[in-house]
């Protein structure tokens, strides 16, 4: 059931970033109402021009989307596509008496955001989403999709299932695989899990991923090993050889995101991501040293 009269769900996207933008762009272009939550200038921007995608999977196209400053109208669901360190500013975008019963949906790294969003949202409207995608934005409504995957996984265990599903039906139309899980601790540690190690010795040595595995192959082990037992104990997964396996597989010039970010002079998602993992750490006694002295580095390298 949705909000709207329109048969298909009306969606809007808060920050139309590298993410934001290719979701904006491909829900429009399969027929759905879309709104875009930015500022003033990026705003008039996207009502103008639409966006324009380039991506090897989902071809050129541009897709005229709607947009504006701020929520002013129920939706069924508002993708959260900012980075950590803007959620709070961003937020202002979206009052909940307006978002009402629609779904808030944070595309966000990190475990910590959903317990913050329900107290502000409706508990059982929130629902965090894990997405594997490498996109980013070239210009305000100029998105490059580098990636031959576009994967969400749904999840929200106080969100009643048939939204999500009715969520995850309008992005397999629009082309992205998506799937709906029931273990949102598990989900939401899968990516954790795996992002964390990458994220923070990238950005530790200043070095894509293929120089990391194999210049400082076993500390990248031993942070694999410290944050597969973290997730285990919160309810995830803890695989370590297959997460090794994953780094192997990449291009070795690929990179985080937490590292393009350093590059860039950009405030780092280091307490989303290390700071949680920590913190998850000292919750169920696990001891990650190589993980503390990691984050500790990186916090007095970017003060």
């Known amino acids: 059931m949705t909000l709207t009269n329109h048969a298909k769900p009306t969606v809007a996207v808060l920050g139309p970033g590298g993410v934001g933008g290719l979701l904006a762009a491909l829900l429009a272009r399969a027929g759905h109402r879309v709104i875009c939550l930015a500022g003033e200038a990026t705003a008039e921007t996207l009502r103008t021009t639409g966006i324009s995608v380039r991506s090897r999977r989902f071809g050129d196209f541009t897709a005229p989307v709607e947009a504006d400053t701020a929520l002013r109208e129920p939706v069924d669901a508002c993708l959260v596509a900012v980075k950590h360190t803007a959620l709070d500013a961003a937020l202002t975008r979206v009052p909940p008496t307006t978002l009402g019963d629609g779904l808030l949906v944070p595309l966000l790294n990190g475990v910590d955001h959903p317990a913050g969003l329900r107290e502000r949202y409706r508990a059982d409207r929130v629902a965090p989403a894990v997405i594997r995608v490498e996109s980013i ?48 601790a598990a989900a939401l540690w899968a990516k954790m899990s795996f992002l964390a190690p990458m994220a923070l010795l990238t950005t530790r040595h200043g070095l894509p991923i293929g120089e990391v595995r194999t210049r400082h192959r076993d500390e990248l082990t031993a942070l694999v090993a410290e944050t597969a037992a973290v997730s285990r104990a919160c309810g995830g997964p803890g695989d370590p050889a297959a997460t090794l396996a994953r780094y192997d597989a990449f291009p070795p010039t690929m990179k985080s995101s937490m590292q393009r970010d350093a590059e860039a002079g950009r405030p780092l998602e280091l307490d989303a991501i290390g700071g949680a993992l920590l913190r998850a750490a000292g919750r169920h006694q696990v001891a990650v040293p190589v993980a503390t002295r990691v984050v500790r580095e990186l916090t007095e390298t970017h003060r």
Do not use: N
């Open 137 to 184: 934005r070239l210009a305000p409504g100029v998105i490059e999709h580098g990636t031959d995957f576009a994967e969400v996984d749904l999840t929200g265990d106080p969100v009643p299932h048939d939204r999500l599903a009715h969520l995850a039906e309008a992005l397999s139309e629009a082309g992205v695989t998506a799937r709906v899980l029931d273990d949102e």
